[in-house]
């Protein structure tokens, strides 16, 4: 039997949160959070009841040790994760000038988790799991980088993993030709993927769902998600498509950590055979119930959450004291 | 003449408010404050212009202190509070998930309020008083707790108070049975009683406000005042009743004490002997108050703030410099 | 040529953020900002791309030395500021009840600004400046301010200086007869001016922008610009006049400022010798950018954000990464 | 029966005390606290088991509230306190360079209790007491509150009330001619006077304890006890004198505020008509556990502290779990 | 081959942390950390390089999440800690009146860890390791708490793990008589004991570091280390015995946590089999590394930190940039 | 006449002090300075009253406005600062693991200033001074940053500036071979060599300050200043040569800033023709007095302030009032 559901890779980062609504030159404090996509599904997927298994190359120093403490905390198999002394973990700032403009400042170039190698890849963990989760943002990192996810798409293949890939496009990160040529690349061997509406434009030159779906359905793949925000989702296979909307949100207090939360959603559907329907309705609950909390992982339910907020999410929890 | 207006008694608690809206394992600081509806009561009442003397059983501890020194500094009258060395002072701890999402953890349990007993009450002290002021919270807490409220029952029945009496039903104290047929029994003893609706239909099993108010009435309540949130609320006697509509809240803030600082405003309208209509008009204005403001009691108005705020409620107060 | 497109003069304080938003004998932490109408405006132009000169008198004390390191660090020239021993500099608090109710708590009776006196004007200094602003602020601090005010004026007329003023009344400062008359005289210096609907009508004593303008003019303004809050404003010279709709603010979180951005945008206009249409537009922009931001003066934008937000406001920002 | 033991009355101010070791322009948060040296005599000595009333002349306004909330909070009689609109409540701001370098920053000139006149005496308050407490801080104020004060040693001399005076010099409140002539005619009214050594040098123009408290009883002084810091204190009667050395403090934290302890020691000692060396080592032992906790009245011991502090001084508390 | 080096458990709390050395009425924020002497000592040994599994029983709420989340972050093993919804998660507070005198308040009388009983145990998970960690703070929580040593002392026996035993006697939690009664039950089936100089005075009614040894070997103990402070530790086998120095402490900054990092390092000493002298050197070493930081459980330090103290303690590090 | 007293250049970074002494990955909240030696020293002089230019190249971020607005604001010119889009402003942060081990982790490699080149250098802006003052730092940052360096000096020497060089060894930056040739190198165009101990042992290869200084001096530097700590400092030229002793500092805060403070002192002196003993007690005054405050630049001491520390350092400063 395999030991762990879900096997995922990618660069976590010490985020540096500040603690003031102003341009980033007029806070005076600043809260240590971590922040990435990767981690944010593993956890995510964690707290869905599934065993899930995370790694990077973290820098030998507080702030490493930092990112390891608080994803393996939280309950997410670390055993392969790598250290070195060669670089820095990667940090970064958000900034918050009003409600509506957030901006991020990374000092992530040549840190620690953009020295991963294909040699790093550790075949035997990767075997143990039945699904390999991947992103778009681990590729943009380096050309070592690079290699390694298609290293581990390699391996995946070789013993039956499926693959799920969520394109998390970051366009600070690399140039637009080659982002479309690796993301393209990478496409063609996932099992299931899981693009918003603008990353799907942008892989395949489509324009509608049911366009960015069916050319992706044509190139190989076996089940496309398309995220549509606040409007929920549409799925297609070859046998089957469909809209499913989203659940209504009060007052968005935090995106972030929302399309983590959907793809750990999207994931533990297919862990336990559920419907497509059914599948990315939960998906979208988890979206809906991250983007109501702070942080971008704090937010992410546990199972019995996500149930208790499908079956009753249009009434008010009042204090119960 | 009598040197007290209104006397009440029960537990007031050290509240740790989290500094940020997450769930409660991931907050890093807590803000020590306090929280008892009956001390809300008492502080509202004694801004608004009355001699109100509160009492609970305190722990010897610096938490015993903290609670005594705030009530005390508010004016109230704390000169008949006792102090325990066998109880530490109770304490809980709000968690904020959302803005929606608001829980508490209690750790009140044979805590120093709980020991009180019958044999505490100083029958002089209550004596004082025109009016008795009760929660269903403090029968809650003990076997001795509850006989300690009938004691004090007895008291006002002999010396002449009136009792108000506020349901404040808190389900997470006791059982279901037991709550109902304790909160009936005290019911029966009030000339007035402020339950909120889903409180009346609890204690009396009917479902609208009229149904509630009158078996109130049939069965011996002077006045009953039925709070309806922010639709106002529902007043009846044996010669009068009617719906006094609430005032509007741009933005709520923080419920807690809404409740209380209504409470307060009825029974200054009763020492005032307003009419009734006027009498729930202003507890309407004062919860509305409440609601915008953090905090359980920071919030509570003077006098005059609450008779600005009724006159002028829809305009908007500018920065005054 | 002139090496500074404007000067201005006066108090600018010590401000004490509350860091709760509570009454303010509730509060226990505040922050130290700065706060004062004029230094607003002179940073709000300073961004806007023009050499601005700012003095006033401060303290020999900690709290002057924040205030003139704030406004030079902004890159305002600092040069003729004054320092004297015989007064501290004026510090305040502002109170913040709920998110309508805002009130601010003066300590600047006798600060060091209300020293000023007209010998303390560097007649060489101002008169390299192509623009004199002046608000209504600095003639209610002392009889010696109200002087120096007037002896600027008479600097500014012998050297060419065109005058903006921008009433700014405060009523806590003096009394209404004294206001009249003070902002009346000053008006009538003034090439132009920038009064709220309010002030208008308090100064001319007439009641639609179209009449306040029409007065303003006939008196020898040669341009009138009626502040309308959220509606936009209102301009009028002799030979044009109209309405200029505001921008759109999704979330007004701190409306404090507002006023001063507006006036640095249509100062900057008139420097860059715009169309007076795109001036008030200019303004309108800046004062829906500034009530976005925390903060009086953090929220100023520079020219190029001011020129992105004037073309796509309607538009929200994404997290960019 | 008295039914207070001591009345005193001077200005208490809201505190601000800076949240780093800082030169103050480089502070960015403050703590709000209150400081005042009678009020903390007051605070003092209800601790330590007697009936105190203290009054002052507050704003209305919420630092007034909040000045009045702590100290009635602390159980010390506030119902002689007075209120006023005419001028705020005075503040400060504490400055700690470095744990060797304190500074204050007034903003008490025209400050509310600066407003206290004879007319504010309330006669039948201050003749319920046995003792009248003054310090010289009070006269420096403004002419008002100097007459004030010997308006209040007449009411003590017609009722029979003991005059305690601790000079309490502040230079940069008064000029020092001025002072020097009126603090020896406060002093002439004593019947206990507490100078500090530096103190009893500037009144009486003596050099050495002995000197000092030698000229005083000679001027017609009862009791002179003079303050040597960490040395202890030397008292003088007609009958008796003597040294009393100070306990050792391990780690001063904060000094303010040990004066005044030590004044409450003396004025208990008095109270309780015990010998004049135990009433001294009393008060060197509260000034000795008042700075090595921080804050000016938190410090404060209550009456079984400091016999144990007494008893068991040189031995270290363990954590006790 | 045994899976875990090490098994402990017992209770551990959320501690809240004062953010100021003031009597705890005064102080308003307080931090969120974790405090438990196993877990400490669980910790400790797992920074040394050990398999360490700890478990305990935990409220099914946040606080038990964050504990979980804490000690599984180090990389301690918790798969066998267990949930209950009977009782809350204990918290205590701790109070730093000055730098001398600390004190707790707990709320850990009925906590979740209390309810732990001799069912709960896994002998198959205890079986796994080769040392059993007890302290004596467990059999003073509850009846089924000390039934719950006692068997799992059984277990030990049986698979022939070795039982090490720090006392760490907690008056607080029980009565004098039943203290030393069970602890000598607890110590006799000890291989190794751990006990301060008072400690082993209060079991064994001894009085210096060579009588009380020597009298815990003579009834059977193989292996007695006394404490001794910031003096070092004395040991005592049937074959040796001898003083070993403690290193220089420049500044205490945090007593607490002293002892188990003491503990952690005796036991890694046991299983490197290095000589008695040299392990409790490394445990003298661990110790004085954790007093000079602060927190519980922050300051223990990894291997490599441990002997680079141990060869350099006395050379200061200075800043490295 | 030059219009600037001394032009320094050189890698102004945001700092992120730890809100607490522990491990960094313990810290949750990090406070926002700024820390570069250049500009410590800039400030440092431009407080004793000269005329100061500082230039780097900072990133086009806020973090870039952030060193700006700081350095500016302190008076200091910073009309010569370039901007990059290229590169970040460089970050570091703090661990203050215990009082005696502070650590730093730098974000610098490949940062804005190390982008600094050759053709950034303003001939016309350097040649305005008197003085250039150098550090060892910025050639370790970047080849284009040491061929910078060289052409400063370059320019230097034709303009006939003064050269004062300052090593500042960073051997986190650079290997020891490297550093040693440049530095050496460098120093050999210097006017003024400031070392500490150390850093002269490690330039030019001897080991007493009389063995360093001479080696300086026979190798053409016209005045060698060797730093000794808390001993003071030993100063030699081709006339003279002596100790000065240093002040005594009774607790050392926060070391760092300590050299920058003795060069501006040092430099200060140079520019005041004052003998070279008095320039170096100048020098070491304002090191000690900048080791008692915290914050690298916060600390340093206005002209004032030196003369009155350098006349009564053995006295303390009581709280004055």
Chains 1, 2, 3, 4, 5, 6 share one sequence.
Not at 211 to 226: C, D, K, L, P
Not at 283 to 300: P, Q, T, Y
């Amino acid at each position: 039997m395999k030991s762990l559901d879900v096997v995922t890779f990618g660069e976590t980062m010490v985020l540096f949160q500040p603690d003031a609504q102003l341009p980033l030159e007029y806070v005076h404090k600043f809260q240590k959070q971590i922040g990435g996509a990767e981690s944010n599904m593993a956890i995510g997927l964690q707290r869905l009841g599934h065993r899930v298994g995370w790694f990077s190359k973290l820098g030998s120093d507080p702030f490493g040790r930092y990112v390891l403490q608080t994803i393996r905390g939280e309950g997410v198999d670390t055993s392969a994760c790598l250290f070195t002394d060669e670089a820095p973990t990667s940090v970064f700032f958000k900034e918050m000038r009003s409600s509506d403009a957030v901006n991020v400042f990374y000092y992530r170039k040549n840190g620690s988790a953009s020295l991963l190698k294909p040699e790093d890849l550790d075949e035997a963990y990767i075997s143990q799991a039945k699904i390999l989760h991947l992103t778009g943002i681990t590729p943009a990192l380096s050309n070592s980088c690079l290699e390694t996810v298609f290293a581990a798409i390699n391996i995946a293949k070789q013993h039956g993993l499926k693959i799920v890939f969520d394109p998390n496009i970051r366009m600070k990160l690399w140039g637009k030709e080659k982002a479309k040529a690796v993301l393209q690349e990478i496409a063609s061997y996932a099992d299931v993927i899981l693009p918003g509406l603008d990353e799907g434009k942008f892989i395949i030159g489509k324009t509608t769902p049911e366009e960015i779906a069916s050319a992706f359905i044509q190139r190989g793949n076996q089940t496309v998600i398309i995220k549509l925000g606040s409007k929920g989702a549409f799925y297609q296979t070859a046998y089957e498509s469909g809209y499913v909307e989203g659940f209504k949100v009060n007052h968005v207090v935090d995106p972030v950590g929302a399309g983590d939360g959907f793809a750990a959603g999207i994931i533990s559907g297919i862990l336990r055979n559920e419907s497509l329907q059914e599948t990315v309705r939960k998906g979208n609950a988890i979206g809906a119930m991250v983007v109501g909390v702070n942080g971008d992982m704090e937010g992410l339910p546990r199972m019995e959450e996500v149930e208790s907020f499908m079956n009753q999410t249009s009434e008010k929890r009042d204090v119960i004291r």
